[in-house]
Every structure is written in C-alpha cells, then in structure tokens.
C-alpha cells in the first residue's frame, strides 16, 4: 500500500526498479510538473531523460526510472496521469517486454602502464573511442545500465576516471500493428 | 487589424463569454489594464476584498453555494502569493477557480523586479493547471481551456499569470466553441466504459446483509441530480448511510436511513456501523485520514465499492474490491437502471437485524453533553440557531476548530450545496469571506458564518467588504477565548499544557461590529441566546454575535488519533489504551 497518515495494514510488495515512459505536450513548465509531482508526494526518481518523439515536435518523452512496490508505482502513474499536458503513461516493466539502453562518456586517466590494459577493456565492451581536439581519451559506451554498470566497475580497477551516464531510455518490443 | 482588441479586453470578454457573474479581486500594478477595462463594462460585477486570502475563499463559498465556477483577480508578487492558501484549499476539496493574476511585463520577468514573484512556479502544485500567456492571440483559448478544466472531471483551481504587456497587446479573440480541447487535456469518464464493474457492484450490494453507504463531496461536485439519484439509490436499498464532512446535505438529516456524519468527530453509530459493514459503497469520497481512523483496523470484513472520477483516489489509502471510475451522477444512474433491470432483492431479513444492531448504538446517544447550568455550551448555540434557522433558506460556512465540528453535528442539512467547509487543507479564516461569497451568490438568503474566536480573526478585515456590498452576512461567534481544537488536543495529549493556545486580548466584538458599521450582539448566558439569535436573522445588515460559551468544552465523540472506529472516545473520562495513544500523538 501507499503513504498514509497511517500505518498500511496490507502486505507490502517487493521494492522494484521502473522504468516509466510518459508522454507530454512539449508546453513550458511540462517538466517541472512531472518533476514537482515525484518531489512534491515523496517519489523517487533514479533517473530522467526528456526529448521530443520524432514525428512530432509537440509532444515529448519523459522517460523516468524509479523504484517503489507495485502499489506506490501504481499511484504514480495514476498521479502522473492528472497532469494535463500528460498523453499517457505506460509501465514498461509491465508491458512485460522491452528493450533499454543507456550511453555514457568515460574520460579514462591513461599512462603507459595500463594503456594496454584499458584498450582490451574497452575492446571488450565494443566502447568507443572519441576522437577530440585535446587528444585526451574520451570513450563512449552504450547499452543495458547493467552491461554499462560492469564496465565501469571493471575500468574503475585499472584507473581513474570521470563519468557522465545519460540514464536508460526504453522502449516496448512487442510487436505493434502498422495503424498503432 | 481593424478586429483586434487588446488582451485586457480579450480577458473581460472571455469572462462574459463563459457566463461569469461576478469576479472578486484586489487591484494592483500589474492588473491595471484589466481594472481598466473593467471599469468601462457593466455586464461582470466586481467585488472588492480586503485581503487576496479572502477573495479566493469569498470565491469558493460563491462556487460551492452555487454550483458555478468562482473567479479571482489578483495583481502579481503578493497579490498571487496571498491566494496560495486558497488556491491549496479549493485543489483539496475540489472547487471549481479560475485566478486570473498580473504578471510584470515579460522583458521585466526573472530581474526580480517590483512585484515579481514566479507565480507560476509557486502554483504549480496548488492548481489543477496553471498558464503563463506570452502570446495575447493565444489568450481567449486559454480562457476557454482554463474554465473547462477547472470545472471538468474532478473540479479544481486553474491559475491564468498575464504579464503586464499582454495585457496592453492586441490581438484576436477566438469564441469558446472555435476551441478544441485536445481530450487528453481532460478527463471524460464514460460510464459504459464501466459497465461491468457496475453491474459486479449492484450486485454485491443486492447480496448484502449489512450493507452501508459512505457519501462524499463528489456527489455534491455532480450536481444536484447527483444528490436525488443517491437518495433514490439508498432508499431502494434501505440501507444505511454514512457522509463525510463534505459529503453533508447530500442525503438529508432527516431521512431515516441517514447515520449522519463519519469520522474523526462523527456519529458513533455511523463510524460502527462502517466498522462492521459486510458491503461498504463509498460513492464520491477518498478514504481521508479523518475518516479512516486507523487503517489496519478500517471496516475488516467488507467488500468495498469504490466510485469516484479521480482514479488516483482508487487504492490509494485502502485497496478496494470493486473499483468505478466515473461520475457520480452518471455511475449511480446506471446503478439504479441495473438494479431495477435485474429485479433485485435485498435480503430484508438480514436487513432488520442490521438496523436493530444500528439503534442500539444509536441508544448510545453520542451527542450527549451536559447542558446545564446558565452559561451556554456551544453545541447548544449551535441547536438553537438551527432551530430558530431552519425553515428560513440557510447556508452555512464555518472557519476550522471545535466549532466546525459542533455545527457539523448538530446543524442539520437537508440540502446539498448550503454547507460550505475547509475539509481537505482546514483552512481558519474560510468561513466569512467565503459566507461573503455565498451571499453574493445568493443574495436573498440567511448565510451564516459560524465561527471560533480565533478564526473569526483571521479574516476579519473582510468586514468592510461585506458592508460596502450590504452583504447581511452572520458571523455566529462561539466564543470561548480559545483555539479550541488547540486547546483540546493538548488536554488529551500533552498533559493539559495550554502552549500558546488562549487567544488573550482578543476585540470586543459587538464594538468591531459597531465601528464597520454592522450590527454587534452579544449572549452571554442561555436566558439570552434565542433573542441574540432571532435578532440576528432579522437585522438586514452585516451582524457579528459574540456567543459567550463554555471555555473547556471538548469535542466528543472522537477518534483519537491512532485508534480504529470501534474505538471511539465518548467523553472525557474514557482514556486511549496507552500504546494507541503514544502512536496516535506522532500523527495530525
């Protein structure tokens, strides 16, 4: 069950990971609503990622990822879904199926010691060195949070570096009729 | 453009357009196009408050009296800020607002200048929906959106922030049906969508033996029709029912299946009858903490029905059996036809003994005080003006406190829409701006505001308002020179320690009456109470009595705080088992 000013005298469910896909109007303060909702009634938000959808420039995606139990997730849809510029929400852990992927850009501190090491690394995840002005070694990986989480474990033992992850985008991938 | 007007026109004419009667407002710099706009028309009548705070709840009383939306018009920085409290109350309690505040022009907005507040920002989560306009064209179907929404699925306040140059821009005026709602933007229940959930809850409740209705404000929200097609419903049943605190007038006191109201300060017989229902149909109500009692101990055995247009509300504190999302109007009509289709037959016999189980707790009396002695106790202030009131068409408001709760038990409402209340955020300082509104609304009926000492106060400059406008509002003082539910909570949980809860050096009444010009009553023992409050309805200008009652009195029956419906506190001498108690002090 959800907060109350009570205790819940249900059995609670298991404390999962969510990821929401919620569509908006692209309206000014969009954002801060959906933002202000998870703030405002005590919701986690373990990530974010807004952009416009592709063949409309009107509506955006917000993808969120949080956890709570079935219950809390099930009421942050619901609260979700009393924004006005809110289209619609979809639980995609729910849908059953679906496929995410997340980048990350990792400025690796190499020396002649462990080049060779951090190049096998990287050669074994398929990440991606990008090339920049400064010469500085700047890789790229994308994938499951999971497979980018093992990579920055595994590097993180060789040396020192600096991250920045963009947080899981999703999608479902169940098959849709063309019309959908 | 030879048809193009200016946006503070464009704001007028949208008002007219959607019927608007009245708006109640405070000027200032960054309305004044529209002031001055207002000023050249006759058709919308303005009235003006003392304080922002009193136009929004002055706002509210006039939508709950009447059924319409309530308008607002407040300048920027301040003036949006002081109608935060409202606005926060009318999204509680679902009132329809449309506030409409002043902005600085938008090459002044984020240099913190004069008056500048993010208004938006600050009312985003205390409206249903809230607009900054950049563009004057886009003006008149933000209007039209804002009225819609506000009054659309689950009532609530829509805020409209116009910076200064909008105001002065010129620009198209589109009519209210060249405007297309994406649907998304609102919410349109259908009631065929839930068809079979309704015919699984008819027939459950056909299969009940101990069967009651829990009654909410949402039946008020769906209107009139509402309140007629519930009654009908209870009574083809015969089953009991319970209202919440805003629910009240739905079904009429008087009616012989109404327990009266539920909760925190409810009807003993009502809150057991909840406690040990087989079938619970809440129809319009969201399972509140001042309802509930404590949750693992709520109503144990029962199905519960659920019907309500905010699907947030569905399992949100207390999982359901049978969930209905629509509109009460809608719902329950469907029920009845279903009802009727499928002949069903409540088992009479279980019936009977369930009434027989309700009167005896009704034997218990729960309202019971001691009323002896000369000095007056509120709860029988709050009969007599009943009795003296009630074939006079009345509506009554409140502030927040023991005397919201006395005039909830013993005023008895027979109507719906003539009890206006601070439920959700409980709110002092409602009950006479918005008994202004109400009288606006209605201005040939009896509207009284029964108010405490304290919270009398906290709105208290709205009596110039309600005199330049001869409003003949009632301010009915239950004046114990306490905040009384203050003062009781710390009685029964802190050891009597009295912190900051004694309103010392509080006016003389019957002189502030007398000094805005309005009439001042005082009754000081029972002898004087029936001739302070005849006077009172009769006297066509603005009164305030100051009813002198009894300073200790405790609100009874209660649920303290921690404990279940079957653990009602009836009077003083009955103490909360300790481990309830130790629980119930950490909660509101």
Known sequence: ?180 | MNNEITGAEIVLKSLAEQGVEVVFGYPGGAVLPIYDTLFKQNSIKHVLVRQEGGAIHAAEGYARSTGKTGVVLVTSGPGATNVVTGLTDAMMDSVPIVCITGQVPQHLIGSDAFQECDTTGITRPCTKHNYLVKDVNKLSSVFHEAFTIAQNGRPGPVLIDIPKDVQFASGTYEEKNKIIIPSHRLFEPSPDFEKNKIEEAVELISMAKKPIFYIGGGCINSGPKASELVREFINIVGSPVTMTLMGLGVVGSSDKNSLGMLGMHGMYEANMAMHECDVMINIGARFDDRVTGRLDAFSPNSKKIHIDIDESNINKTINVDVPIIGDVKQVVEKMISVWREKKYKIDTESLKIWWNKINKWKEIDCLNYNNEGKQIKPQYAVQRLYELTKNTKTFITTEVGQHQMWAAQFYKFEEPNRWLTSGGLGTMGYGFPAAIGAQVGHPDALVVDIAGDASILMNIQEMSTAIQYRLPVKIFILNNEYMGMVRQWQELLHGGRYSESYTDSLPDFVKLAESYKAIGLRAKTTDELDDVITQMIETKNTVIADIWVTKEENCFPMIQSGSAHNEMMLSKDQKQDKKSAEKGKILV
């Open chain 1, 1 to 180: 069950m959800n907060k109350s000013v009570y205790d819940s005298p249900d059995q609670v469910s298991e404390t999962k990971r969510h990821i929401l896909t919620v569509l908006v109007d692209n309206e000014p303060g969009v954002l801060a609503r959906v933002i202000g909702m998870f703030s405002g009634r005590g919701y986690n938000i373990d990530s974010l990622n807004v952009a416009e959808v592709s063949n409309d420039e009107n509506i955006s995606r917000i993808t969120i990822v949080t956890h709570g139990t079935s219950e809390v997730v099930s009421q942050i849809e619901k609260q979700l879904l009393r924004i006005v510029p809110v289209h619609s929400v979809t639980n995609l852990d729910q849908e059953g199926s679906s496929v995410e992927a997340e980048v990350a850009l990792v400025y690796i501190y190499i020396s002649d010691s462990n080049k060779k090491k951090v190049y096998q690394l990287c050669d074994l995840y398929r990440a991606r060195k990008i090339e920049n002005e400064n010469n500085t070694t700047i890789f790229e990986i994308a994938g499951a949070s999971e497979r980018v989480n093992r990579f920055i474990t595994e590097i993180n033992e060789i040396t020192k570096v600096e991250i920045v992850r963009s947080g899981p985008v999703a999608i479902s991938s169940i098959q849709k009729n063309e019309e959908e």
